[in-house]
């Protein structure tokens, strides 16, 4: 036998990119490539000859051969997955880290002379990239199924608990981590309705839902929920969410109502039926307000914290003072800074909480920008094609809710496009439909359309009312359209909704087309520096922030003058050089409104910019210029050229 080095097989093993494995009738080690030796640390002198348990420690291999000897028995072929077989081998990557893989088994050749074929294929990026995915798809989920007051689930194609919610966890009695993995089944009382269930859910066929379950609590007693369940698909694996609901209440309500004749009855059910429907619409309208709540509190702190960042970030990359490297380090920088400011705009465009600011917006450019997030959020069985017309003018929008209301549109049709289908996103130039009495001018269409199941004309006069959902109980809030319908309106446009069952829906949203001299929709790395000179008093109670925006300043040419708070700028205003106020909004004792309008009253005609990233500024101060943070050197510029 050739040396491994000129054994023309073992060349090409060696090339393979995933590991090999060949393993004698003895489970004896008789090929090993390069792959292996990189993955485990094993070289192949060492290998050659030995079972995988002398060269593997833990239950791993053990697992692993055992399933060899099963597929030299049977002649058949074998996958094992990470999903259900993890760290079957404790395999690492180049880098150090722990290497996630697929395990498949193969006999080959004829007894007595069987071989197995071993391979193992690392799938660490791809279990990475899918986790990620997953989160940033799900993270809306996630929070409103944690807070659900309903018992949720997602099980496996097993029947095994895959996820449980903390409602779940109080219903069952258990910690959730004592649920997981463990068969539904194990926690009911009398399964057989369930089993029945669950095998026509996972086969397609109609199940009449709700079904009434009795689930044995950890304490031995018995709690009555009726439960919901759909199947869906992620990749190429298949999940069941259940929904459940406490009934006990009801039940003993049912009992005490038997007595009672049947009008009664059926008044009691009628009437049962809207304080229900009631409750859930209000329940899901307090879900979107905490939530909206608690996003735009995280989103103004990360407006503060971004602000130096952005503006020291800014004022490097301007002087440009390092070394090529250190420039590209830099440049690398600014722009995950900017990443981050867009993303804390859409954040605040979720919660309500950033003004609506329009401007003239390119239509076509926003589809294209946002083409990217869309098609990661559709996932693989959705094409996305898009059709924008040339030469299409600017619209008049808010491009951050603009953006908003594109995703929320594409997240609806990728709802109803379970099996696949395609997702159309257009920009035309067109004629309003006549229903629509808008103001007389040109208008410009964003569309969404796609090939899901489509609505009947019930459903879809329905479509634009708050809190009116086609979607299961928790999957939905009712608001997505009735927030864009809004939009459209408040922008001088128009929402217009068509649907055929079977075909799909068409979503278009009428904008004005923006007018000549309107002001333009800008990136940050558009606007121009313009220099000033005079003395500028400067009020911030943050430090970090006041910092770097006097350096921002000082490097346009100002002199500086810092405050720490509303009253020291009022003391400092006595100095009559101050030819600028610049101050924040948001600081302990008096705002910057508040300051504002005391300086106003000191020192009638001071040119005046409020720093602020809240929307209620807008009501409170509409008379005075803002820059919202977080803000670049350019913007804080351009802020104050426009004072004079």
């Not at 093993?13 to 060949?22: E, P, Q, R, Y």
């Not at 083409?371 to 491009?399: F, Y």
Request: charged share 25%; with cysteine.
């Amino acid at each position: 036998m050739p040396p491994p080095d000129q054994d023309p097989a073992q060349i090409i093993a060696d090339a393979l990119d995933s590991g090999l494995i060949v393993l004698d009738g003895n489970l004896r080690v008789a090929a090993w490539n390069s792959w292996m030796s990189s993955a485990s640390g094993v070289a192949y002198d060492d290998a050659i000859g030995q079972t995988l348990e002398k060269l593997f420690k833990g239950p791993g291999a053990a697992r692993l051969s055992s399933a060899v000897s099963v597929a030299l028995e049977s002649g058949a072929s074998r996958l094992l997955t990470h999903t259900l077989h993890p760290a079957l081998l404790p395999l690492k990557t180049r880098a150090g880290q722990t290497l996630i893989h697929d395990v498949t088994i193969r006999p080959v050749g004829d007894p007595p002379d069987t071989h197995c074929l071993v391979q193992i294929v690392d799938v660490t990026v791809a279990v990475g990239r899918e986790k990620v995915l997953r989160q940033r798809q799900n993270a809306r989920y996630d929070a409103v199924v944690d807070s659900a007051v309903d018992p949720i689930l997602t099980l496996d194609t097993d029947g095994r608990i895959q996820l449980a919610n903390a409602a779940a966890a109080r219903e069952f009695g258990y910690a959730p981590e004592e649920l997981m993995g463990q068969p539904l089944t194990n926690f009911l009382d009398d399964a057989k309705g369930w089993k029945f269930a669950w095998v026509r859910v996972l086969t397609g066929l109609e199940v009449h839902w709700p079904v009434e379950l009795a689930v044995r609590r950890e304490d031995g007693t018995l709690s009555y929920v009726e439960v919901s369940a759909s199947r869906w698909q992620s990749d190429s694996r298949a999940f069941v969410t259940a929904i459940l609901r406490d009934v006990n209440e009801r039940r003993a309500a049912d009992a005490e109502m038997r007595s009672l004749n049947e009008t009664l009855e059926a008044r009691v059910r009628a009437r049962t039926s809207d304080l229900e429907r009631a409750h859930e619409q209000l329940r899901q309208s307090q879900k979107m307000e905490a939530v909206g709540q608690l996003t735009g509190g995280i989103a103004h702190d990360f407006n503060n914290l971004l602000t130096p960042i952005l503006g020291g970030l800014d004022i490097l990359h301007r002087r440009g003072l390092g070394d090529a490297r250190s420039n590209r380090l830099i440049d690398g920088a600014l722009q995950s800074a900017e990443r981050a400011r867009t993303l804390v705009q859409r954040l605040l465009a979720f919660a309500r909480q950033q003004p609506l600011q329009a401007s003239a917006v390119d239509l076509g450019q926003v589809v294209r920008d946002m083409t990217e997030l869309i098609g990661s959020t559709l996932g693989p069985r959705i094409r996305l094609v898009t059709d924008i017309a040339e030469d299409l003018p600017r619209a008049m929008a808010d491009p951050n809710q603009l953006e908003m209301a594109l995703l929320n549109l594409a997240v609806n049709a990728r709802d109803a496009m379970a099996d696949g289908g395609t997702l159309t996103l257009g920009a035309q130039f067109g004629v309003v439909p006549s229903k629509y009495k808008l103001a007389p001018g040109r208008y410009v269409r964003l569309s969404v359309s796609d090939t899901g199941t489509g609505m009947d004309p019930a459903t879809l006069a329905k479509a634009v009312e708050p809190f009116f959902s086609t979607k299961e109980i928790g999957k939905g809030t009712g608001l997505g359209l009735s927030m864009i319908h809004g939009l459209a309106a408040q922008l001088g446009g128009a929402l217009d909704l068509s649907s055929t069952v079977g075909v799909g829906t068409t979503v278009d949203m009428w904008l004005p087309v923006a007018e000549d001299g309107a002001a333009v929709a800008q990136s940050h790395e558009e606007l121009s520096l313009t220099t000033g000179a005079g003395i500028v008093l400067l009020v911030d109670d943050e430090d970090l922030i006041r910092a770097s925006t006097a350096q921002m300043l000082a490097d346009l040419g100002y002199e500086v003058i810092e405050a720490a708070s509303a009253k020291m700028g009022l003391h400092h205003l006595e100095d009559e050089r101050v030819d600028l106020v610049v101050t924040d909004h948001l600081m302990p004792g008096m705002t910057g409104a508040e300051f504002a309008r005391e300086v106003q009253a000191k020192r009638p005609g001071l040119p005046i910019l409020i720093i602020s990233g809240f929307a209620e500024l807008e009501d409170l101060a509409p008379d005075l210029p803002r820059l919202t943070k977080p803000f670049r050197q350019g913007e804080l510029a351009a802020g104050l050229a426009a004072l004079r």
